[in-house]
């Protein structure tokens, strides 16, 4: 069975020493770099923008998987691709043409991503999921790192695993949001492919050493 993908989250790392944070990923089992976008908008919460994202770029030998907490993603999917993001992440609740915007985001050469808060049904994607190559199921509300996990993630994730094989669609499950060891092994028995986390690393005594826990 092929290993657990282990995204740590950026919003955790010391911004006063990016670059060594950035280059602790490199050198770790990590799989991505995931970078959260906030825009204090869609979410109650300004984290990071263009600069940032080419800073870390600069540095990072993985692929950015870029997650979008803002309003109207489609005004920025070209400056993205330019910034060289892998994977561009966009919420469902914030695209009344989700078909459209996937489209412009696959047409820049990046994977595209939808990722849903914990009170949107994983069945809001039955139209759309061959058309996403990643869903990010948000297991505590975006805006923040350092939340606790939200249990009813386990029930979302087999449904979504059970809508992804009716559906015959290929899209990876990515879980965001209060992981730790504790849950890790457990969201992947329930169908996760890629774990996200922020705060259990970056806060860790020995951040590489958490990662290759997480990897299982
Ligand atoms: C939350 C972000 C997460 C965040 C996770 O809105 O999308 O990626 O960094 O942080 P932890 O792992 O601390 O919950
Ligand atoms: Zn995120």
Sequence with gaps: MSKTLIAPSLLAADFGNLQRDVEMVNASEADWHHIDVMDGVFVPNISYGMPVLKA??????????????????????????????????????????????????????????????????????????????????????????????????YDKIKSLKALITKKNASTLIEIDGGVTTNNAQKL????????????????SQDPQATIKALKG
């Design 56 to 153: 870390i770029q600069q540095h990072a030998t993985k692929p950015l998987d870029v997650h979008l907490m803002i309003v109207d993603p489609d005004r920025y999917i070209e400056e993205f691709a330019r910034l060289g993001a892998a994977h561009l992440t966009v919420h469902y609740e914030a695209c009344p043409h989700l078909h459209r915007t996937l489209q412009a985001i696959k047409s820049h050469g990046m994977k595209a991503g939808v990722a849903i808060n914990p009170h949107t049904n994983v069945q809001l994607l039955e139209d759309t999921i061959k058309d996403i190559d990643i869903v990010i199921i948000m297991s505590v509300n975006p805006g923040f790192g350092g939340q606790s996990f939200i249990e009813n993630t």
């Design 188 to 203: 992947v028995a329930a169908g996760a492919d890629i774990l996200v986390a922020g705060s259990f690393v970056f806060k």
